[in-house]
């Protein structure tokens, strides 16, 4: 059974950090891409993050792009999303995923909410 649970939202205020971390199981990294969502009220949800196809490096919004790392451990079966200098526009719920790159089923944290406000 795949499960994603995700930790570390909150609030922020303005130009502040936070780190998200998404505990994968069930499922060999290998076989799936992965990355991150985020859903802003009234907006359609938006991907955030994800890994080349080599899965070495992180490709980013760019929205995002400069402030945003995407990384993950297959040792330890997580992925984080490390989120500098944070803007209101950032406010969101975020949420991990798991696509099977063969099943193109996928996967979905329950969500954690991030504000930043002052």
């Known amino acids: 059974q795949v499960q994603l649970v995700e930790s570390g939202g909150g609030l922020v205020h303005p130009g502040g950090s936070l780190r998200l971390s998404c505990a994968l199981s069930?499922?060999?990294?290998?076989?799936?891409?992965m990355g991150w969502y985020r859903q802003a009220p009234g907006k359609e949800r938006e991907l955030v993050a994800t890994f080349s196809d080599s899965g070495e490096t992180g490709k980013y919004a760019d929205s995002v792009k400069g402030r945003f790392t995407i990384s993950r451990d297959s040792a330890t079966n997580t992925m984080s999303l490390h989120m500098n200098d944070l803007k209101p526009e950032d406010t969101a719920v975020y949420y991990c995923?798991?696509?099977?790159?063969?099943?193109?089923?996928?996967?979905w944290g329950q969500g954690t909410q991030v504000t930043v406000s002052s």
């Open positions: 069930g499922l060999n990294f290998r076989n799936y891409a």
């Open positions: 995923y798991a696509q099977g790159f063969i099943s193109q089923w996928t996967f």
